[in-house]
T-cell receptor
Framework: ETGVTQTPRHLVMGMTNKKSLKCEQH?????MYWYKQSAKKPLELMFV???????ENNSVPSRFSPECPNSSHLFLHLHTLQPEDSALYLCASSQEEGTRGGNTQYFGPGTRLTVL | AQKVTQAQTEISVVEKEDVTLDCVYE???????LFWYKQPPSGELVFLIRRNSFDEQNEISGRYSWNFQKSTSSFNFTITASQVVDSAVYFC???????????FGAGTRLAVHP
């Protein structure tokens, strides 16, 4: 089975909608990440969870709300988004967070989000 | 400060040509890891290689090879005999111990034409 899966692959939503992105990893990892990739910026780290505890919030607006119920699942709840939030949202996992980079991050296929 | 530079925005080659993608990582860290990822049109970031800053030996894996020179802060990636399937965006991503995160370069878009 594919290591890191994400659903949905594509999502179109209005600014008043509420939606959620789902990520699941089948690699037995303990750290999970959300990244945002927009057209005009480098890949941006949004959130990090290590052993289900949030360890990083990279100044992300509160309209993005992450949830990590266990080490295998990660959600990104979306509400009242803006058109500039349209981007590719990528999930990744690694054995653990940090440890000076010795842990490789493996990425899912991403969710292409369009906010109208 | 940590800074990763991929100066080549786009490269276009004809199939079977060799191509080298450049990456420069400026840091005061003495120990770090360097990663290369490939992003095909499907969007998924595919892990290619991880190297430790202590290890400056070049590495070859099939048609891929990596040249890391700590003295010049460069970690370059060469594809030998390129193929159309190599067309993708390639990201150099050092891990910053100071920030405890991967720092992605802007990426180099490689187009391999038949």
């Amino acid at each position: 089975e594919t290591g890191v899966t994400q659903t949905p692959r594509h999502l179109v939503m209005g600014m008043t909608n509420k939606k959620s992105l789902k990520c699941e990893q089948h690699l037995g990892h303990n750290a999970m990440y959300w990244y945002k990739q927009s057209a005009k910026k480098p890949l941006e780290l949004m959130f990090v969870y290590n052993f289900k505890e949030q360890t990083e919030n990279n100044s992300v607006p509160s309209r993005f709300s992450p949830e990590c119920p266990n080490s295998s699942h990660l959600f990104l709840h979306l509400h009242t988004l803006q058109p500039e939030d349209s981007a590719l949202y990528l999930c990744a996992s690694s054995q653990e967070e940090g440890t000076r980079g010795g842990n490789t991050q493996y990425f899912g296929p991403g969710t292409r989000l369009t906010v109208l | 400060a940590q800074k990763v530079t991929q100066a080549q925005t786009e490269i276009s080659v004809v199939e079977k040509e060799d191509v080298t993608l450049d990456c420069v990582y400026e840091t005061r860290d003495t120990t770090y890891y360097l990663f290369w990822y490939k992003q095909p049109p499907s969007g998924e970031l595919v892990f290619l290689i991880r190297r430790n800053s202590f290890d400056e030996q070049n590495e070859i894996s099939g048609r891929y090879s990596w040249n890391f020179q700590k003295s010049t802060s460069s970690f370059n990636f060469t594809i030998t005999a390129s193929q159309v399937v190599d067309s993708a965006v390639y990201f150099c991503a050092p891990f910053s111990g100071g920030y405890n995160k991967l720092i992605f370069g802007a990426g180099t878009r490689l187009a391999v034409h038949p």
